[in-house]
């Protein structure tokens, strides 16, 4: 099968508004990526991004070559440094916004999450599927989730959905939560920040979030490119060299939400 680029983003009049959340491993690597998308987009005379970052954080020691970080921007805000880096380098006017995820990032038409615990994807799940007027939530037209372990990761573009008969319509692309849904259920996680590089690199190789953002940012391209894509996610091992995409195949997502087909659990290290 085919999906086809969202209404709401194809018609859309002026820039195509990201969310990202997180600015860690997969978040640094996932900014950077979206600068040079939005540059090549505007190159071939398109309206290209406006993205805002989101996150908590300060940059520590063990951030430093692991996360696109250096020395000297140890106890900055994490979403500070990237922004000012990418408004600088590429002459645009991204915004930074140093606290956690709110349902107000939903407004975006792109929610894209690079966050390491599942209370923090549950808390995004709730919002935007929950209707417009309730609580004060919002539903992007897509939600693209980014998460791994240490040698393997995923990423799936999603359409939430708030009203039933969305939810049925057999072409919208399912969320990483219904296809994963033990990625949002409460469990053991070992959020313990390294003290070091050398530590963080014990629990994960240095490239996984390479990897990961760089299968993410493909499925973005191709799509804000051309409207179409076939394949709206993957599995990635960078210890093996192996990548499976996850096509646009109802046939698929019934495999994955099969009791039978069970799905390895997901995490992001951060």
């Not at 440094?81 to 407004?107: C, H, K, Q, Y």
């Not at 209707?131 to 980014?146: I, K, N, T, V």
């Not at 409460?186 to 760089?214: I, M, Y």
């Amino acid at each position: 099968m085919i999906h086809r680029l969202h209404p709401a983003c194809a018609s859309r009049h002026g820039k195509l508004i990201v969310s990202v959340i997180g600015c860690g491993g997969n978040g640094s690597q996932m900014l950077t990526g979206l600068a040079r998308l939005d540059h090549a987009l505007r190159a071939l005379g398109q309206d290209g991004l406006h993205v805002t970052a989101v996150d908590p954080d300060t940059v520590s020691p063990a951030n430093v070559g692991r996360q696109l970080f250096s020395p000297a921007d140890v106890g900055r805000p994490k979403s500070d440094v990237l922004i000012t880096r990418i408004n600088a380098f590429f002459g645009i006017n991204w915004t930074s916004e140093r606290r956690e995820f709110r349902s107000t990032d939903g407004r975006a038409h792109l929610l894209i999450s690079c966050i390491d615990t599942r209370k923090g994807r549950a808390l995004i799940n709730e919002c935007i599927t929950t209707p417009r007027g309730f609580s004060g939530c919002y539903s992007p037209a897509y939600w693209l989730d980014l998460g791994n372990r240490a040698e393997d990761g995923q990423v799936i573009l999603g359409q939430p959905a708030t009203a039933k008969r969305w939810r049925a319509n057999k072409e919208r692309l399912p969320t990483v939560a219904e296809l994963l849904p033990e990625i949002i259920k409460p469990g053991r996680e070992d959020n313990t920040p390294s003290c070091s590089l050398a530590e963080a690199l014990e629990k994960q190789h240095l490239f996984v979030n390479q990897a990961v953002t760089t299968a993410a940012l493909q499925i973005l391209w191709q799509l804000l490119r051309t409207g179409a894509i076939d394949w709206h996610g993957a599995f990635i091992n960078v210890k093996t060299g192996r990548t499976t995409p996850l096509p646009v195949d109802p046939q698929a997502w019934a495999r994955m939400r099969s009791p039978t087909k069970a799905s390895p659990k997901r995490k992001e290290k951060s």
